[in-house]
């Protein structure tokens, strides 16, 4: 276990709180559901069959600094461009922490 | 996340859920012994993943996939066979991976699914029994709707909008085509499977005439006002194959009134479209195990709760892919695969007597212009006040006017993206 999993939580329940009064949504998509949906392009676990990046492994700041990098159009891309900006912070931040730990898995 | 530490969650989280729901005890009988059995009908997109991603959410779920076929031919990349590039076993896949895992494929055909018995019936005999069904019977043509065309004249008039023997049909009669011949294609009208479909297979028929039929003709009848992506498509066409391609549209006597199969002609309100080669796409409606089990409506589709795609019209039994109402999603094989995900998340969190969680989905569809032109749309779908609703700001269509590298990236993407979700299926 990350000794540093403790802050991360605290730093998603920070940024659920702040975006709730900005939306009625109901409670975020699970950590497994919003990886699933990347896996239809990066691959089953983040690890792509084709062209697509491959995602899992890579460090979680890396992958949540590229994600909001592609949401501002700092980072240009095809498509994720126009994916990123389906998702908040919260779910951007869930998606890096929980592929970064996808290297183990088979 | 790591698997251990979800599957002890989940665990956790089933003890309580069992605790708290004493009350229901018809429901939380199998939970208990873990012996929940899900039948799913059909092994194409939304079947086979949802097979596949049960087993990952719970491998003590009995699941068993009904499909008739040994190996299924994907409609995405089935242009490509069409159009010369591919040959069938690239766009062929089979069960052995879902076996591996513990599924249990059955191939078969259902003939019913019984929602108050909860069992389906099978073509050979028997019956299979479950505590919850997923249904992705894909699409049927609505041949009533077109004058002089049925399922028999298929194998003269192709429809190839279910990849297999018709697409290899399709692709030997445009083989066998003289240079300078015309290929007439009629799009269907909406709602149908895979919208930029009729888009890419027009660009890789032409892709092909340009390289081997430089003489021939494309004639197009639509019987829609417009199409998906059809800014994008106008305009790779207009760079790639100038003059080759005929489309006209509901305003442009793009309706077909009826088909002369033997004299290979499409009748319009205005004219005879005489075709050397003719693909005519009928109108659409959900697959016809779910007409004949009570699972569609007088739309001819299914509709469905869309956070748990159970049907509104039988209890326990969930419809996904292209024959449920999932609108404003597509109905695209991405799609599909969305949701059989989001739905086989609900269907073992209901079988453990929880509250499925909050759904996300992504649909991304490449179409291919040329081996190295590609384009795409996409979107990012959440779930609000009881509805899948696009987020706003995400999503949308490649640039237009973007260069040349852009498009090949794309093409490029669009091959990454087949290769990466086929392994995710069925891989």
């Known amino acids: ?106 | 996340m790591t698997k251990v530490t979800r599957r002890t969650f989940t665990a956790g989280l089933g003890v309580s859920a069992a605790l708290g729901s004493l009350s229901l005890p018809g429901k939380m009988a199998f939970a208990a012994n873990g012996k929940a059995a899900v039948v799913i009908v059909g092994g194409g997109f939304g079947g086979a993943t949802a097979a596949k991603y049960l087993k990952r959410f719970d491998s003590k779920i009995s699941v068993t996939l009904v499909e008739p076929s040994s190996q299924f031919a994907t409609c995405p990349f089935s242009n490509t066979v069409i159009g010369g590039i591919n040959k069938m076993d690239y766009i062929t896949h089979g069960y052995q991976a879902l076996k591996a895992m513990g599924v249990t494929v059955v191939h078969d055909l259902v003939t019913h699914i019984d929602g108050a018995g909860k069992s389906v019936k099978l073509a050979k005999g028997g019956s299979i029994s479950f505590d919850r069904c997923i249904v992705s019977p894909g699409i049927d043509f609505r041949w009533d709707r077109i004058d002089g065309l049925d399922a028999s004249t298929a194998g003269t008039i192709p429809h190839a909008w279910k990849a297999g023997p018709q697409t290899v049909l399709l692709r030997n009669q445009l083989a066998a085509m003289a240079n300078g011949g015309t290929f007439i294609i009629s799009p269907p009208p909406n709602p149908f499977r895979c919208p930029p479909g009729p888009g890419e297979r027009i660009s890789l028929v032409a892709n092909y005439f340009k390289k081997h039929k430089p003489k021939s003709k494309i004639v197009v009848l639509d019987p829609k006002k417009k199409f998906s992506k059809q800014g994008l498509f106008k305009e790779g066409w207009a760079k790639l194959y100038p003059g080759m391609i005929d489309y006209h549209n509901i305003d442009n006597d793009g309706v077909v009134r009826r088909v002369d199969v033997k004299a290979k002609k499409l009748i319009t309100d205005f004219g005879d479209y005489k075709g050397d080669v003719i693909n005519f796409i009928p109108a659409q409606m959900a697959g016809k195990i779910a007409q004949s089990s009570g699972l569609t409506d007088s739309t001819g589709w299914c509709p469905v709760n869309q956070m748990t795609f159970e049907s509104r019209l039988v209890q326990g039994v969930h419809v996904i892919g292209d024959a449920s109402m999932a609108s404003p999603m597509p109905k695209s094989g991405f799609a599909a695969s969305t949701q059989a995900k989001v739905c086989a998340a609900a269907v073992s969190n209901l079988l453990k007597g929880q509250t499925p969680g909050t759904p996300k989905f992504v649909n991304t569809c490449y179409s291919l212009v040329s081996e190295d032109y590609g384009i795409s749309v996409a979107m990012v779908y959440g779930f609000d006040k009881g509805k899948i609703t696009k987020i706003k700001g995400s999503g949308g269509l490649s640039p237009s006017g973007a260069d040349a590298q852009f498009r090949s990236k794309e093409a490029n993407y669009a091959r990454g993206w087949y290769e990466s979700i086929s392994r995710d299926i069925w891989g």
């Open chain 1, 1 to 106: 276990m990350k000794p540093n999993k403790l802050p991360i939580a605290i730093g998603l329940i920070t940024v659920g709180l702040f975006c709730a009064p900005q939306s009625s949504h109901a409670e975020m998509a699970s950590d497994t559901v919003l990886l699933n949906t990347c896996y239809s392009c990066h691959g089953t676990d983040g690890k792509s069959a084709g062209d697509m990046p491959t995602i899992a492994g890579k460090s979680k700041k890396y992958i949540a600094d590229s994600l909001k990098a592609f949401r501002s159009g700092k980072k240009t891309s095809t498509v994720m461009m126009r994916i990123a900006k389906g998702f908040n912070d919260a779910e951007l931040n869930a998606i890096a922490s929980a592929f970064s730990k996808q290297m183990g898995r088979k």
